[in-house]
């Protein structure tokens, strides 16, 4: 079992950057791959972006294609969100979630359980 701690969330102001991080417990985690998800206000949660175990493979929402990158540190267990050019309309609740394998299509509606997210603002 994979147990996940998002952090690094804030106020920022539009064109501002914020990097996110999970934190993951447990010895699978390496074999892991991850994604990050959104939920706006009202909203229904939204794939952001994902990594295959390695970092080898990446994929992004269109939304966010060219603004975000992620990556993974396996010594520290831990994933990372780097959100860069931020926009008004990436204010949400960010969560991230460990999936068997990589896949092309990542969906929520795959997870039964999610962390307690961390919250970010962007201000215009």
């Known amino acids: 079992q994979v147990l996940l701690v998002e952090s690094g969330g804030g106020l920022v102001q539009a064109g501002g950057s914020l990097r996110l991080s999970c934190a993951a417990s447990?010895?699978?985690?390496?074999?892991?791959?991850m994604g990050w998800f959104r939920q706006a206000p009202g909203k229904e949660r939204e794939f952001v972006a994902a990594?295959?175990?390695?970092?080898?493979?990446?994929s992004y929402a269109d939304s966010v294609k060219g603004r975000f990158t992620i990556s993974r540190d396996n010594a520290k267990n831990t994933v990372y969100l780097q959100m860069n050019s931020l926009k008004p309309e990436d204010t949400a609740v960010y969560y991230c979630?460990?999936?068997?394998?990589?896949?092309?299509?990542?969906?929520?509606?795959?997870?039964?359980?999610w962390g307690q997210g961390t919250q970010v603002t962007v201000s215009s």
């Open positions: 979630a460990p999936r068997s394998y990589y896949g092309s299509r990542w969906s929520p509606a795959e997870f039964g359980s």
């Open positions: 447990g010895r699978a985690y390496n074999t892991y791959a």
């Open positions: 990594i295959n175990w390695n970092g080898g493979s990446t």
